[in-house]
């Protein structure tokens, strides 16, 4: 079965600063990876997408993410941190390739923003 | 496009009493939908998996008597919490996949209820 594993339940970093959040998916490549973002109290927005077409992706706020085989990665990062990025982060996984597939998220990274 | 409306976006509820949660797919046909429960500073967790006319496949450790699933047409599928007792209180989301080629698929998120039995 599919498996993300998300290090860090808590990142902090200035406002500025680059944001690295960290996900690690099971050794089979997987069909389709996500990087979701949740406000408090709120569903969840999709940030980016894997698929296979370009390993590194753009998503939205000035989010990316880079798809790396080598070492089963697809971490998440953004160039200068914004105080509205503060939010909860999730890293997810689809079993399979259709909308019946399931999809499996990560444990959550919080991203906090100093000022 | 892919929107899926969840509704009520919470409730208090009495211990014993019965909540029925709704998700519906508003521009598309959610054939299937994905139920999901989140406690405080938890991840989502897969309750259920509703295809629309059968019986909902639920998680282990799922009480399928006290979580009914219905997904009676293509765009509304329904929670009830049934006999809820504090420990249901939690955050439960939806969440369907709207498929196809290219950047046009994904899954898409209710925007979730706020359980509280009391």
């Known amino acids: 079965a599919q498996s993300v594993t998300q290090l860090g339940s808590h990142v902090s970093v200035s406002e500025g600063a680059l944001v690295l959040l960290r996900c690690n998916y099971s050794s089979s490549v997987p069909p389709y990876l996500f990087w979701y973002v949740q406000y408090p109290n709120q569903g969840l927005q999709l940030l980016l997408k894997?698929?296979?077409?370009?390993?590194l992706v753009k998503g939205i706020n000035g989010f990316e993410a880079e798809f790396k085989k080598s070492e089963t990665s697809f971490h998440l990062t953004k160039p200068s941190a914004h105080m509205s990025d503060a939010a909860e982060y999730f890293c997810a996984v689809s079993e399979g390739y259709s909308s019946a597939s399931k999809i499996i998220f990560g444990s959550g990274t919080r991203l906090s923003i100093r000022p | 496009g892919a929107v899926v409306s969840q509704h009520p976006s919470w409730v208090i509820c009495k211990s014993g009493t019965s909540v029925k949660i709704e998700c519906r797919s508003l521009?598309?046909?959610?054939?299937?939908m994905f139920w999901y429960r989140q406690f405080p500073k938890q991840s989502l967790m897969l309750m259920a998996t509703?295809?629309?006319?059968?019986?909902?496949t639920y998680e282990q450790g799922v009480e399928k008597d006290k979580f009914l699933i219905n997904h009676a047409s293509l765009t509304l599928s329904t929670l009830t919490v049934t006999s809820a007792h504090p420990e249901d209180s939690s955050f439960y989301i939806c969440s369907s996949g709207k498929w196809g080629r290219g950047d046009n698929y994904g899954y898409t998120f209710g925007s979730g209820t706020r359980l509280t039995v009391v």
């Open positions: 509703s295809n629309e006319g059968s019986k909902a």
């Open positions: 894997y698929t296979s077409a370009a390993t």
């Open positions: 521009d598309f046909q959610a054939t299937t």
